[in-house]
C-alpha cells in the first residue's frame, strides 16, 4: 500500500482542524497524523479523521470502519448470523469459503468489563465480534494489528486477541436518538465512536452539528 507523505495531506489536515467539527482535533498536525494512520489502513481522509482515534500512540478504529473494509473488499465478506442483546454471531467468507464465526456474548462482554453495555448491548456486542473476526480471519485488510474504542485501557487485553467496544449502526433513529442525549463533548466523542458511519446521513449531520454547537455553548 502506497503511504500518503505530510505535505500532500497538510492543506486537507489544515480544513479538518480549522472547521471545529472535530472535538478531539486540537491542532492540523493531529489530522495530519490520523489520515495518515487511515491511509496506511486503506480507510479515505473523512472517514479516517471521524473514525479513527489516537490513544496511547495507537491507532483506534471504529467498528463500523472494521466492517466497512471487510465488505468492500474484493476478497472477504460477513454475514451476521445471531444479533441480540445477548450476542452477536459473525460469519466471515473468502468467496465462498467459509473462514470461520466470531461470536461475542453478553457474558463475555461483562467479564471484559466492556463500557456502555447497559446503553448499547448489540452495538458493543457486534462491535467485538466483528472486531474479533477482523483480528482472526482477515488481518491482511489492515496490514497490521487494529485496535478498537476501550480496547486499550482494559486491564486484561491480550494483544493477540482484539477485544472491542466502538460502534455499528443499523438505525439511524438510534443514532439521532443516542445523540439527543448527550451532554459532554466526551459524550459526543463516545457518540461518533458508536454510530459515526451514519455522519453521511444528512439528517445525522446536521443533528451531530446541532448537537456539538449546543455543548459548546453550555461549556463556554
Not at 500518503?4 to 492540523?28: M, P, Q, R, T
Not at 500512540?57 to 473488499?73: D, E, H, N, P
Not at 455499528?168 to 459526543?188: F, G, N, Y
Not at 458508536?194 to 453521511?200: A, K, P, R, V
Amino acid at each position: 500500500m502506497n503511504l500518503v507523505k505530510i505535505e500532500e495531506v497538510s492543506g486537507v489536515a489544515k480544513a479538518f482542524a480549522d472547521s471545529g467539527l472535530f472535538a478531539d482535533i486540537k491542532s492540523a498536525s493531529q489530522a495530519v497524523v490520523k489520515i495518515m494512520a487511515g491511509a496506511e489502513m486503506g480507510i479515505p481522509p473523512f472517514a479516517a479523521v471521524s473514525g479513527v482515534h489516537l490513544i496511547q500512540g495507537k491507532a483506534i478504529v471504529g467498528a463500523g470502519l472494521l466492517a466497512a473494509r471487510v465488505q468492500g473488499s474484493v476478497k472477504y465478506k460477513y454475514r451476521v448470523t445471531q444479533h441480540s442483546d445477548i450476542i452477536c454471531s459473525i460469519t466471515f467468507y473468502e468467496g465462498a469459503e467459509v473462514l470461520g464465526i466470531s461470536s461475542f456474548s453478553i457474558e463475555e462482554a461483562r467479564k471484559a468489563g466492556t463500557k456502555n453495555l447497559d446503553k448499547f448491548p448489540r452495538n458493543m456486542l457486534f462491535a467485538r465480534a466483528i472486531s474479533n473476526g477482523v483480528k482472526w480471519f482477515t488481518p491482511d485488510l489492515f496490514g497490521g494489528p487494529v485496535y478498537v474504542p476501550g480496547e486499550i485501557d482494559e486491564p486484561e487485553y491480550q494483544p493477540e486477541i482484539v477485544e472491542t467496544t466502538a460502534e455499528v449502526m443499523t438505525d439511524i433513529q438510534e443514532a439521532l436518538t443516542s445523540l439527543a442525549s448527550c451532554k459532554t463533548l466526551t459524550d459526543l466523542t463516545e457518540w461518533k465512536g458508536l454510530f459515526g458511519s451514519l455522519t453521511n446521513d444528512i439528517n445525522v449531520k446536521h443533528a451531530a452539528k446541532a448537537q456539538y454547537s449546543k455543548i459548546l455553548n453550555k461549556e463556554a
